[in-house]
């Protein structure tokens, strides 16, 4: 159990923690498909694209490969994987719809008002998130979800990805915060759950999407949980 009487700060993560976005993301690819007439059924891509968008979020969080070519192999690998023959010349314009509307769909997981609610009135509440600033802050207030927070901590304007100790201490500066009386709540065990246990702060993990178990925190399956913990 997380020690109620010193915790000031909780930051959460966005996707995949708060905003769906598995569920967001399969209708931007409705959406796109419809618009660029792709004649390929919606169901195998997306069940390529899951696995394939997580690989390359991790080499992307390591620095191993650019924003763009995240946003460009993520694409060509998955048409790949389901054999479809994509014009290639058109994996940029594809790419920028997928940015362009994925910030428009809405959906959280269950639970979310009702528990960003109930800490708003005991904690200061923050983001902190890898995802791509501008379309981050889209997300943020397109849902609803701008009221409930404080400061927005994005890897792209601080220049550092989750797990790098460098984005939580510059998140505890930035809010003025102690990271004994902080705690981080994801859904990855590599960037939020570790990143923030090996900097100093309590974690509490959203396994929205089946990782292994640990004892590195309490581990949840529903936002409704957590309240247990805090």
Known sequence: MLNKGILCN????????????EKNSSLTFERIFEEMNIQTAIDPFLSA??????NFWKLYRENKITQIELRHQRLIETFKAIDYDFD????????????????????LFDGAFKLLEELKKKYKLHIITN???????????NSGLSPYFDKIITAEKVG?????????????????SKFSESIMIGDSLEADILGAVNSGMGAIHFNSHNEPVHDYCPIVKTLNEIKNFI
Request: charge should be positive; avoid cysteine.
């Open 160 to 176: 550092y990805k989750k797990p790098n100790p460098i984005i939580f201490k510059y998140a505890i500066n930035l809010t003025a």
């Open 10 to 21: 909780i930051f959460f993560d966005l996707d995949h923690t708060l905003w769906d976005f």
């Open 49 to 54: 694209y899951e696995g394939i968008n997580h």
């Open 131 to 141: 995802g791509f600033d501008k379309v981050q802050h889209y997300k943020i207030k």
């Open 88 to 107: 290639l010349k058109k994996i940029s314009t594809l790419s920028e719809l997928y940015i362009r509307y994925l910030s428009t769909f809405t959906n």
